[in-house]
């Protein structure tokens, strides 16, 4: 879309909302249309929306505003999948979460620039403008410094499954157990066994897992989906 300012025609930022709480994302489409060179092209509240709307006027887009947190999945997603795509769309993230390895996720993952959601919507018209005009809003460290967290987060998961993988059957039935609020004469009773058999799998559940504790072990398992708190 063309726009014209003082005489001279000018191309518009067409821009792409993705974000599930319409009342925040209405006051964004406010303030983006207040500002001549921006046009909202579409708004979308679910990945399902934001992919229809992709699909048919993908080329109609320079920039993706996009929340990670939808009601039918991740942002990540539909970033992963424009950059696949080849896309010419830029992405911003927004996010609620102030866990860096959310962002730096979004990075690795094809996002030209990460913002809390609480930054003010001036900032984040401002942050478009500059990704636009091929400003980074993450300097080289940032972006470095970042794609380090996401490989350390890696490799703290591998090394999670690689001790859940260590655990037996009935290993597991203890920790399932231990989560259902169970002291050892409980499930040693539950798991018909005798409780000194109850402790040495539980001994064995603390090497396996390098905790130090039956709270430890839990909090572990409970983390890493091993167990169902109920």
Do not use: W, Y
């Not at 018209?125 to 980074?136: F, I, N």
């Not at 490989?151 to 001790?163: I, P």
């Amino acid at each position: 879309m063309v726009t014209v300012e003082n005489g001279v025609e000018k191309e518009q930022t067409r821009i792409l909302l993705v974000e599930d709480h319409a009342s925040f994302r209405q006051a964004l489409a406010f303030m983006f249309e207040r500002e001549d060179e921006f046009v909202v092209v579409g708004q979308a509240g679910t990945l399902a929306e934001a992919r229809e709307f992709l699909n048919g006027s993908a080329d109609a887009t320079d920039v993706a505003v996009c929340d990670l947190a939808l009601p039918d999945g991740d942002g990540f997603d539909l970033i992963e999948e424009l950059a696949e795509k080849g896309s010419a769309v830029t992405t911003l993230v927004l996010s609620a979460s102030l866990e860096p390895a959310r962002f730096a996720r979004a990075v690795e993952a094809g996002a030209s620039g990460v913002l809390h959601k609480a930054a003010a919507i001036g900032d984040i018209v401002d942050a478009v403008r500059r990704l636009k005009a091929g400003e980074a809003l993450l300097s080289p460290n940032e972006i470095i410094e970042m794609l380090r967290m996401v490989s350390r987060k890696r490799q703290e998961e591998l090394e999670a499954q690689k001790a859940i993988d260590r655990l037996t059957r009935r290993e597991k039935e203890v920790l399932q157990a231990l989560a259902e609020g169970l002291d050892s004469k409980d499930i040693a009773q539950k798991l018909h066994i005798t409780v000194e058999t109850e402790r040495t799998h539980m001994v064995n559940i603390l090497n396996k897992l390098d905790v130090h504790s039956r709270l430890q072990a839990l909090v572990f398992a409970a983390r890493n989906g091993v167990v169902e708190i109920r």
